[in-house]
């Protein structure tokens, strides 16, 4: 019987949520070739996503009606 060549690849992600309420998170992606007998890596490329976030504090002014003031 012939030996097989069989090719992987790995990606992993990095998420970095960001600092502040409603600011930008991103995501970086690393993906890899799997080469070798040891399946040692062999990075194939990089990149990182971004985009804002959606948790953007809600500041809500309750009415002075709802605390008994008139």
Known sequence: ?????IRANIARFTLDPGPVRGGTTSIKVVYDDVVGPDGQLA???T???HRPRHDQAIYVRAHESDYGHQ
């Open 1 to 5: 019987m012939g030996s097989r060549v």
């Open 47 to 49: 990149f990182t996503l």
């Open 43 to 45: 990075r194939f490329e």
